[in-house]
């Protein structure tokens, strides 16, 4: 694999890494030298029940980029979550060297949901539905052993460092909450702020208060600023079924 992707100028990037089911971390191997040579993977990409602090739980990552990323399932999730970086121009070469950490090239910021929002966070029990942590492979709450296991549990087994050490070179995290999460926010009053604004992501990053309620009324404006601020209630995400928020 490694001589197919250098004779394409290729690169590898692990995707969604603590997530079950298909995630390196998530399901797969507990050290990632069981499966992958780290030094040749461009990047790893958190996914939506991690963010950067419980990543560096992993001391075998340090030297490792981070990146998050949405999955394009859909037009409206596009950018749910997102990097930014500093590059000379935005064209394929330039962003590797932007994952290689050369020089000003550098991701400067990750930004993606709060990891309890994560639909995968916490373990889930296929049994008994409870949001549950699990001793010994098995339920806590009915004691069976059929469960989705969840990011933050798994975490706990493979995590060799507590608390996490981010290393220097490791950009901020900014956490968020995208627009279709906010309690309030259906498609027609999504519609009216996406008119407003030229997108989602300017108005979720420079739109003023001010603005906000000239577009949409000083409730959902202030509801809005809330939830850029990480201030509103959040429930928590598993066994498939992301966390709620709460206005």
Not at 158 to 171: F, W
């Amino acid at each position: 694999m490694a001589d197919w992707l250098d004779e394409r100028s290729g690169i590898v990037i692990v995707n969604h890494a603590f997530t079950p089911h298909k995630g390196l971390y998530g399901s797969c191997v507990t050290h990632a030298d069981e499966m992958i040579d780290l030094s040749r993977a461009a990047a790893l990409e958190l996914g939506l029940s991690a963010d950067t602090e419980m990543a560096d739980c992993v001391s075998e990552l340090a030297a490792t980029t981070f990146v998050t990323n949405s999955d394009a399932h859909s037009t409206p999730k596009l950018a749910r979550e997102y990097h930014v970086a500093t590059m000379i121009f935005p064209d394929f070469e330039n962003y590797k060297r932007v994952l290689r950490r050369d020089g000003l090239f550098q991701i400067t910021e990750n930004v993606g949901l709060w990891p309890t929002l994560g639909k995968y966070h916490r373990s889930f029990c296929l049994t008994c539905g409870a949001v549950a942590t699990i001793d010994q492979s098995v339920c806590s709450s009915c004691g069976n052993k059929k469960f989705t296991r969840g990011v933050h549990e798994r975490l706990l087994e493979v995590a060799d460092q507590n608390p996490s050490i981010s290393p220097v070179h490791r950009p901020p995290y900014r956490h968020h909450i995208p627009l279709d999460m906010i309690p309030g926010i259906g498609k027609k009053t999504r519609e009216r702020l996406l008119s407003c604004f030229a997108s989602e992501l300017s108005m979720m990053r420079k739109a003023t208060v001010d603005e906000l309620v000239d577009c949409v009324g000083p409730m959902l404006a202030k509801r809005i600023d809330l939830a850029r601020h990480g201030q509103l209630g959040m429930g928590i995400g598993a066994g498939g079924v992301y966390g709620r928020v709460h206005a």
